[in-house]
């Protein structure tokens, strides 16, 4: 299986804290072993504003601002299919 969920990180935008919380009360509803107490650790470095460059970095040059992973040249035909894996190196 997976090792415990240790840390949930969020924005500190309300959308964002929202999801965190709801997510750790399914991490514990699933969970099998005993409750941890989880907590969010808000991380001002999430927030789209302040963190343009990493969002960018997963951009194409010619992005739309959806995730098709596709190409597409001016009159938005597609040019390419893009290997996700190539977007970000990990």
Known sequence: GFSP???VYSSPLLRC???AAAAIEGI???SEREPTHLR???EEGLIESINQAW?????L???DG???YQERDSHNRVIRNVDV??????
């Open 66 to 68: 959806t995730w098709a």
């Open 55 to 59: 969002y960018r970095s997963w951009a």
């Open 17 to 19: 804290r929202e999801t």
């Open 85 to 90: 894996s190539t977007l970000h190196p990990a």
């Open 28 to 30: 514990q509803e699933g």
């Open 40 to 42: 969010i650790k808000v």
């Open 5 to 7: 969920v240790r840390s």
């Open 61 to 63: 040059p010619t992005s």
